[in-house]
């Protein structure tokens, strides 16, 4: 009864390459966050989108495309990777407003 | 920089002493909320409080909200080991479409 999962758990992958993650949400949330977590936590938000709508677009690479082909998902896309892309990145969902539920991190290592 | 600022940011405690951890951020907002996130597992939700509030309690944790300072703590009564973890602030700030400003966390150990 996963609320919210993310696929693959883990991504290694080589400079130059692109990839996709992919996250469901099964809690009827309206919007889906996408999140990013460097090697010191520190965690900033990258994308959100509201009933397959996006309000949250941070100053992130148009090389990092996100994609909601209904309101239970929220994948990313990324080409061409590179090396400061290694990090974890989390999906989340919520109401509007209220907290914020996240996935289990997809582990990104770029080599 | 949005950031929140969170204070210490780490912090080694006996079993059963409390825990207190701060957290200072720079905008107005509609809430302030806490997660916790154990080694290589995703954030969980603790606490949500809103701006028109100055103290909430779920369990073994106090939270306080202080606007006019722009900031807040989190108290862990009576630790445990399994308390062990990274504890965040966020604020959901007025106007930014829901999107939550996290700080740097505070890194906990609970020593048994």
């Known amino acids: 009864d996963t609320a919210v999962s993310q696929t693959p758990k883990y991504l290694v992958t080589q400079m130059g390459n692109d990839k996709s993650i992919k996250c469901e949400q099964n809690?009827?949330?309206?919007?889906m966050y996408w999140y990013k977590q460097d090697s010191k936590k520190f965690l900033k938000i990258m994308f959100s989108?509201?009933?397959?709508?996006?309000?949250i677009n941070e100053t992130v690479p148009n090389r990092f495309s996100p994609k909601s082909p209904d309101k239970a998902h929220l994948n990313l896309h990324i080409n061409s990777l590179e090396l400061g892309d290694s990090a974890v990145y989390f999906c989340?969902?919520?109401?509007?407003?209220?907290?914020?539920?996240f996935g289990p991190g997809t582990r990104l290592t770029v080599t | 920089s949005q950031q929140g600022e969170e204070d210490p940011q780490a912090l080694s405690i006996q079993e059963g002493e409390n825990a207190t951890m701060n957290c200072s951020y720079k905008?107005?907002?509609?809430?302030l909320q806490w997660y916790r996130q154990n080694s290589g597992r995703g954030l969980v939700h603790l606490i949500l409080?809103?701006?028109?509030?100055r103290e909430k309690h779920s369990g073994r944790l106090r939270v306080t909200l202080d606007t006019s300072k722009k900031s807040s703590s989190l108290l862990i009564t009576a630790s445990r080991a399994a308390d062990t973890a990274s504890y965040f602030c966020?604020?959901?700030?007025?106007?930014?479409?829901?999107?939550?400003?996290f700080g740097q966390g505070t890194e906990l150990s609970v020593k048994p």
């Open positions: 409080i809103r701006s028109n509030e």
């Open positions: 989340a969902s919520s109401t509007r407003s209220y907290e914020q539920y």
């Open positions: 905008t107005s907002i509609n809430n």
């Open positions: 809690l009827g949330h309206d919007t």
């Open positions: 966020a604020t959901d700030p007025y106007n930014q479409g829901g999107k939550l400003i």
């Open positions: 989108y509201n009933n397959k709508e996006l309000i």
